[in-house]
Nanobody, 121 residues
Framework: QVRLVESGGGLVQAGGSLRLSCAAS???????VGWFRQAPGKEREFVAA????????NYADSVKGRFTISRVNAENTVSMQLNSLEPEDTAVYYC???????????????WGQGTQVTVSS
């Protein structure tokens, strides 16, 4: 059984930065790990993903150049640096694991509980 636990969310002003972390327990060998987010009243959407070997990444167009996903398999941790945050980035951010490319909700096999990111204007 795989368990994903997110941390690092919080309240930040527009233009600020946050770093989210996802700690994985269990066997995630071979799985891509990524982040999805869900804003109030909206559907959950893809944000970013990194493959098992950390040799490839995917990003949603809305976050390209602002967010950076990274992975340290030895620590079973995936992190995402969020820079130049905008009020539109306000959402609950969920860590997910599944087959690459992990850009769709249907591709996620495991989910974390989520961490709230709030960006004030």
């Amino acid at each position: 059984q795989v368990r994903l636990v997110e941390s690092g969310g919080g309240l930040v002003q527009a233009g600020g930065s946050l770093r989210l972390s996802c700690a994985a327990s269990g066997r995630i060998n071979g799985y891509a790990v990524g982040w999805f987010r869900q804003a109030p009243g909206k559907e959950r959407e893809f944000v970013a993903a990194v493959n098992w070997r950390a040799s490839a990444t995917n990003y949603a167009d809305s976050v390209k150049g602002r967010f950076t996903i990274s992975r340290v398999n030895a620590e079973n941790t995936v992190s995402m640096q969020l820079n130049s945050l905008e009020p539109e980035d306000t959402a609950v951010y969920y860590c997910a694991a599944g087959p690459w490319p992990l850009t769709r909700l249907s591709q996620a096999t495991y989910w974390g509980q989520g961490t709230q990111v709030t960006v004030s204007s």
